[in-house]
């Protein structure tokens, strides 16, 4: 069984198991979502290599919910420190509308990845969602930066167009 196979397998396993460890439905199907996203490209380890599949799918998506619970911790944070300083600044709460167009965005952006060849993906998901630079996809890959930098604008353009496509501003 492949990690893909065990992964679509898994999902809704995986989204009880978050909504139970954190107590949120969005939290888990945006964790499990991600870790899709994550797990989907061709950046990571090959099924034969990881010794528990499972349960390494089930860390990756818990790790992916905690990385998103300390981001929303920071920006509770932050928008404290405004509610305490001498002026305080008012915030602006998108609207329904918005956090609607945001979430359909989100959800395109994931489709259009999964739509992008497999190396071009793959240079994506290392720049992009792991933070490494263009050195380091380059080196991890050993392919030239500036086939690196090719990869990043060819994805970006591909994302570009599927948003004026589906008539989102890019």
Same mark, same amino acid.
């Given at each position: 069984m492949t990690l893909d196979q065990l992964l679509v397998d898994s999902q809704a396993e995986l989204r009880?198991?978050?909504?139970? $460890?954190? #107590?949120? !439905?969005m939290l888990a199907a945006e964790a499990v979502q991600d870790a899709c996203v994550r797990l989907s490209g061709t950046a990571r380890p090959a099924i034969g290599t990881v010794r528990h599949p499972r349960a390494y799918i089930?860390?990756?998506?818990?790790? &992916?919910? *905690?990385? &998103?619970?300390?981001? +929303?911790?920071?920006? $509770?944070? $932050?928008?404290v420190a405004l509610d305490d300083a001498p002026e305080a600044v +008012?915030?602006?709460?998108?609207? =329904?509308?918005?956090? &609607? +167009?945001?979430r359909e965005r989100l959800a395109l952006l994931r489709g259009a990845i999964d739509e992008l060849p497999p190396r071009c993906r +793959?240079?994506? =998901?290392? @720049?992009? *969602? !792991? #933070?490494l630079s263009h050195s380091d996809v380059a080196d991890r890959l050993g392919i030239s930066r500036n086939? =690196?930098?090719? @990869?990043?604008?060819?994805?970006? $353009?591909?994302?570009? !167009?599927?948003? !004026?496509a589906a008539g989102h501003e890019s």
């Open positions: 009880r198991y978050l909504r139970q $460890r954190f #107590g949120c !439905d089930f860390r990756v998506a818990t790790n &992916i919910a *905690l990385d &998103i619970l300390r981001r +929303e911790t920071r920006e $509770r944070r $932050r928008f +008012e915030v602006p709460v998108p609207s =329904v509308e918005r956090s &609607i +167009e945001q +793959e240079v994506f =998901v290392l @720049h992009k *969602l !792991d #933070g086939m =690196v930098e090719k @990869h990043v604008i060819r994805a970006m $353009r591909h994302f570009r !167009d599927r948003l !004026d």
